[in-house]
């Protein structure tokens, strides 16, 4: 694929990220030639159809919470380091990120669309086993006492992160991303028996970055 090709391709999928949040997971052809400026044909020079487009857009953004967080912490050594940086990692930077929004609209429409249902529940799946490994390993070095089985905590941990995250996508007024991660880290502190004190969190993590 040359790279002016790609680089439509992913203008094409940004703006089919867009399409959903703006007009739900029902969204069509045209409303996504509209927010990226082209032909409903040019569209589908890229893509067979636009279902095709917008499950490649919606995987795309679900990268940053599994794919992107496991490029970030393999650089760190530390588990509890490691912990605190996933966590901070997993919540919207804001209330307007549109990649949170975007996960909302498909949970929203998981009970209509199977095919978002069974992406949505891979990837809390997928966040579960991050978490897990994690657990785990600090267990094993002493580092982490866990209260319970490391799949339940994860599995908490997971659920505190797309809970506070819709909250704040819904300008919950004393939500904000500092907020929450205070409020996850208390939970992780009391079911791994460890202080968890926040490190500097490498840029790539910050939710504070655009």
């Not at 739900?24 to 890229?46: F, M, P």
Request: hydrophobic share 45%; glycine share 8%.
């Amino acid at each position: 694929m040359t790279v002016g090709r790609k680089q439509r391709r992913e203008k094409l999928l940004a703006a089919a990220q867009r399409a959903v949040v703006t007009h739900g997971a029902g969204v069509r052809l045209k409303d996504v030639a509209e927010l990226a400026g082209l032909t409903s044909g040019a569209i589908l020079y890229h893509f067979p159809d636009v279902q095709t487009l917008l499950l490649e857009a919606n995987r795309a953004g679900m990268e940053r919470f599994y794919d992107d967080r496991m490029r970030t912490i393999s650089e760190i050594g530390a588990p509890d380091e490691k912990l605190v940086v996933t966590i901070s990692s997993g919540l919207p930077r804001d209330s307007d990120d549109e990649a949170v929004k975007l996960l909302c609209e498909l949970g929203g429409a998981a009970g209509r669309y199977p095919v978002y249902a069974a992406m949505l529940t891979a990837l809390f799946d997928r966040q579960v086993a991050m978490y897990q490994v994690i657990l785990e390993s600090g267990a094993a070095s002493g580092v982490f006492r866990l209260q319970q089985p490391s799949e339940t905590i994860a599995r908490n941990i997971v659920a505190l992160e797309d809970a506070y995250g819709y909250r704040m996508v819904a300008r919950h007024g004393s939500i904000d991303n500092a907020v929450a991660t205070g409020l996850i880290l208390d939970f992780a502190r009391l079911a791994t028996s460890h202080p968890l004190d926040t490190p500097a969190i490498p840029s790539s993590a910050a939710k504070e970055a655009p």
